[in-house]
């Protein structure tokens, strides 16, 4: 049921059902349903993305405005929604185009509660009202409804209108379950209603006449202009559009994606984190459930299913285990050492898992495998285990057999165990804030003999780059963007490193107006343009990106993203689109069936473009970078709260909770940035070997600033006008600043000391 009673009152309305659409207050189960009727057609639309053409618009976390359009029949409507309050949602709608004379096209305004409650209509105050236990809801209109009708259901009410067309009379009723409040676009082209909640009838409807017209302005600004304009816009849309309620286990969740029908609910345990990650960027509470949702995957045999929807469960296998990378990136974000908790004990034993269940020879190496567990589809062949990277079709698993005695594939997977060493990095990190220092140095001395062991094993000496291999022969012809995960896991020498560069910019291979392709285009199977046989993934750049920057290939991590971000924007400004995948050669979407147009990782693509100007690295931590470019980018979740990061004529602005924090015309990057109650630091890697300042508005003429040099030496000097000054500097390792904001007072020596 569309039922819960403590979802966060941010976002109690919302857009939780699979009609976007729909606004649901979700503590009482009332839903607010708008339902089309075209005569031309004699059709209805519930406006249902997997049935119906629907372009979702701006959406914000917490649903306080959301918009998108929909056709039915040659007529296009737009729709909206804004909150004044958590318990008043004003919603209304406007004709666009009509595909015939506007008496014929209805739009009906459904109203319904999940315990099936009557719903009531009073003529004379104009208002429709649903009690549901104590409380009330109650629902004006900004024009009289042309009449009004009584339903059992909404499939009732669909079907009246097509056995029965809108002259029909005989289901006019003030009192049913579901009451439909019609109206067509000759009389009323634009229309408006307000839902408001409280615990009277006459509370309730004054709320909902004066939410009516209150007309609140359907302007949202822009979260992200200039320099890779739109990117963060699209990543909180994204997100916020894909946040739906599952209903067979009570719990929000951003779904790979509203549009497919796979049942009542679908987890892939990859896709669900990097959900988390997005959400992380806008609301940690929202990041939370994300992850939470990914980890209940976790079986008894210590590995987390690869995929659990309503109809199967994958337990026989997993997916790549980047879920430590994650969690260290939503601690890094949000301060909050909760997060690596709740997260810890289900990723550390799936990393036992996969060296345990993954490594039929002990070569300390894995394979993808299918163990002998559960009852999923697939369980115990090829594809199975294929389903374990991620790319199931993937040229790369062409000459890969399986082996029913070690139910696994013949080969090592490059991806597999790159991922597996940064799990084990990451848990390393995790495990030390934890104080689980024995674990610490499990994870680390694991990671350690993977990266050992791809750089030694899986480099193929020959074409010098990365590659499957046969456990028992030779490397396998097929490459992916993969090649370039030892990057990412930090298990690449400098030469190989330089090769891989090499590689990158070959356009036989990997480069081109559009990367990285799943194939390299010399491959035979680049042609194919299927899934993972040639199309370009946002999982797998956003990964290629993560390692150049960890690698220091700055220029090259950027003109990734800046591709990247042109990519999805291709398709983005048109048509709304946020592709699963995208074709290599064109950078169209939806050139093809198998992909899906509103899947939750596109928004990885403008992710690395906001990245560019504020990360937060898992090596670096939380970085801000001065290219000069104009920008204006934020709100954003930070741990010291909502920040907004702006460029004008070359200085940057660190606003944090709408007030300037930080201010610099320096160019280059800041890292390691801490911000607490009393102190902030940060490193400052200039773009040039030239002096500078740093200025923070907000500390007081007190402070004690101490610097820690290329050279290790520590110099402690007072704070002078609120400003840094940044010598110049051409040394690989950037100065180190802490400014302390207690107050400074004179010890019995006569020097300045802290005082607590």
């Known amino acids: 049921m569309l039922l819960h009673t403590t979802v966060p009152l941010s976002r109690a309305w919302n857009s939780w059902s699979d009609r976007p659409a729909e606004m649901v207050f979700l503590p009482l189960g009332v839903r607010i349903t708008p339902i089309l009727y075209s005569s031309r057609s004699r059709t209805t639309s519930e406006i249902a993305p997997r049935s119906n053409t629907v372009r979702l618009g701006r959406h914000s976390i917490d649903a306080s405005h959301i918009d998108l359009e929909t056709d039915h029949s040659g007529t296009t409507l737009g729709f909206s929604a804004t909150k004044s309050d958590p318990f008043t949602v004003r919603g209304q709608w406007q004709g666009l185009k009509t595909g015939e004379w506007g008496l014929r096209f209805w739009v009906t305004i459904a109203i319904s509660a999940e315990g099936g409650e009557t719903v009531t209509f009073d003529a004379e105050k104009g208002v429709a009202l649903v009690k549901v236990g104590t409380r009330f809801v109650a629902i ?4 009289a409804p042309v009449q009004v009708t009584g339903h059992e259901t909404i499939a009732a009410l669909r079907a009246d209108f097509e056995a029965n067309g809108y002259f029909h009379l005989a289901s006019r009723s003030n009192a049913a379950p579901v009451l439909a409040l019609r109206f067509n676009l000759e009389m009323m082209r634009r229309g408006a209603y307000c839902a408001a909640v409280a615990d009277s009838a006459s509370l309730a409807i004054e709320k909902a006449i004066a939410g009516l017209a209150a007309n609140r302005p359907e302007h949202m600004p822009p979260a992200h202009t200039a320099v890779y304009e739109g990117a963060l816009d699209a990543m909180r849309d994204v997100v916020a559009w894909n946040t739906v309620w ?4 009570a719990r929000p969740y951003t779904a790979v994606t509203r549009i497919w029908n796979l049942g009542k609910f679908a987890v892939w345990y990859n896709d669900q984190t990097f959900a988390a990650l997005l959400a992380g960027v806008f609301d940690a509470d929202l990041a939370r459930e994300n992850m939470a949702v990914a980890l209940a995957g976790a079986t008894p045999q210590g590995n987390i299913a690869c995929i659990v929807t309503s109809n199967d469960a994958w337990v026989d296998r997993s997916q790549a285990p980047h879920g430590a990378l994650i969690a260290w990136q939503l601690y890094q974000r949000t301060g909050e050492s909760s997060i690596l908790k709740a997260s810890y004990d289900a990723l550390a034993r799936n990393q036992r898992w996969w060296r345990t269940h993954r490594d039929p020879d002990g070569a300390g190496l894995v394979s993808c495998g299918t163990s002998d ?3 999923g589809l697939y369980k115990g062949t090829a594809f199975a285990a294929r ?6 079709n993937s040229a790369t698993h062409d000459e890969a057999a399986y082996e029913p005695a070690t139910r696994s594939l013949s080969t090592f997977d490059l991806g597999l165990n790159c991922a597996l060493a940064l799990d084990a990095e990451m848990l390393s990190k995790m495990a030390a804030v934890l104080g689980y220092q024995a674990d610490a140095d499990e994870f680390a001395g694991a990671a350690a003999q993977s990266r050992k062991l791809i750089s030694e094993e899986l480099w193929d000496g020959t074409r010098k780059i990365f590659a499957n291999r ?20 930090g298990a690449a020498t400098a030469d190989q490193a330089e090769h891989l560069l090499r590689h990158l910019k070959d356009e036989n291979t990997f480069a081109g107006a559009f990367g990285l392709p799943n194939a390299t285009r010399d491959d035979p199977a680049f042609a194919d343009n299927v899934y993972w046989r040639g199309r370009i993934w946002p999982n797998v750049n956003f990964m290629v990106w993560l390692g150049l920057r960890r690698y220091g290939h700055f220029a090259e991590a950027r003109a990734l993203a800046r591709q990247s971000y042109d990519l999805f924007m291709k398709s983005w400004r048109t048509g709304r689109i946020a592709a699963e995948n995208y074709n290599a050669v064109t950078g169209e979407a939806m050139d093809q069936g198998d992909t899906d147009p509103f899947y939750i990782w596109a928004a990885l693509l403008p992710m690395m473009a906001v990245g560019e100007i504020c990360d937060f690295d898992p090596w670096r931590g939380w970085t801000i970078t001065n290219s000069g ?9 930070t741990p010291a709260g909502s920040a907004t990061v702006t460029i004008r004529d070359g200085r940057l602005t660190l606003a944090l909770n709408g007030a300037d924090f930080l201010r610099t015309r320096m160019r280059g990057q800041l ?5 607490e109650k009393g102190h902030v630091s940060f490193r400052m890697s200039a773009a040039e070997p030239v002096e500078g300042t740093i200025e923070l508005p907000t500390v007081g003429s007190n402070a004690l600033v101490v610097t820690e040099g290329e050279d290790g030496a520590v110099v402690c000097n007072q704070l002078v006008n609120r400003e840094i000054t940044v010598p110049a500097s051409s040394g690989p390792l950037a100065p180190r600043f802490t400014v302390v904001f207690s107050p400074i007072s004179a010890g019995s020596d006569g020097r300045q000391v802290l005082t607590p």
């Open 246 to 249: 599952d209903e067979t286990n």
């Open 470 to 489: 046969q456990r028992k022969g030779g490397f396998v012809r097929s490459l992916s963007p993969t090649s370039f995960y030892p990057l990412l896991c």
């Open 629 to 637: 470019d104009d920008v204006s980018m934020g709100p954003m979740l």
């Open 671 to 675: 890292s390691d940035m801490v911000v």
């Open 140 to 143: 004006a209109t900004a024009d």
């Open 387 to 392: 389903n374990e990277t991620g790319m199931d």
């Open 373 to 375: 567990v559960g009852e």
